[in-house]
């Protein structure tokens, strides 16, 4: 992705360009301290984010550069199981901003992404959750995914 003037890469349709930027420096923060302890880190960087209400599909839908995409995909082909997560949140002008933290701690492995959705949305997306939790579809534009299950959909509720 190229960066245009205001720092955000072309393409991302977040809704506070500055608070966008907030979030990736603190995702690649917490990215390097799990560098500094020695596992492997990849880190997601949408271009879109998008709360689905109805279809066969609802949850969270966070579109990846193709690159990151085949990453993530890759993650799960070998095996990765991401047993753990965190989910960081912060609040600002009705918008819900999160950076997700997956954890593999046998392999040793983490997963961030951030995502963002309106604090109106944040009810209905907490409504698409069922009784396996909350799900989050990482993909490309061409609609290939990797699904992910947060049992809490609770984290994802905004913070008062």
């Known amino acids: 992705m190229t960066e245009e003037a205001d720092g955000v890469p072309s393409g991302v349709n977040a809704p506070n360009p500055a608070a966008w930027r907030d ?13 500094d302890a020695d596992w492997g880190v990849v880190k997601c960087h949408p271009g879109d984010v998008a709360v689905l209400t109805e279809g066969d599909r609802t949850g969270l839908d966070v579109v990846l550069p193709d690159d990151e995409y085949e990453t993530v995909e ?7 199981a991401f047993t753990e997560y965190e989910v960081l949140q912060a609040v ?26 309106g604090v109106p949305d944040a009810e209905k997306l907490l409504d698409t959750a069922d009784a396996d939790g909350l799900h989050v579809y990482l993909r ?6 990797v699904e992910l299950v947060h049992e809490r959909p609770e984290f994802f509720e905004p913070d008062e």
């Open 23 to 35: 979030v990736v420096a603190d995702m690649d923060a917490t990215a390097d301290a799990y560098e």
């Open 74 to 80: 890759s993650l799960f082909e070998d095996g990765v």
């Open 92 to 117: 600002e002008a009705d918008t819900v901003y999160v950076v997700v933290v997956m954890e593999d701690p046998e392999r040793e492995q983490a997963l961030l992404y951030p995502a963002y959705y």
């Open 140 to 145: 490309r534009l061409d609609d290939d995914y």
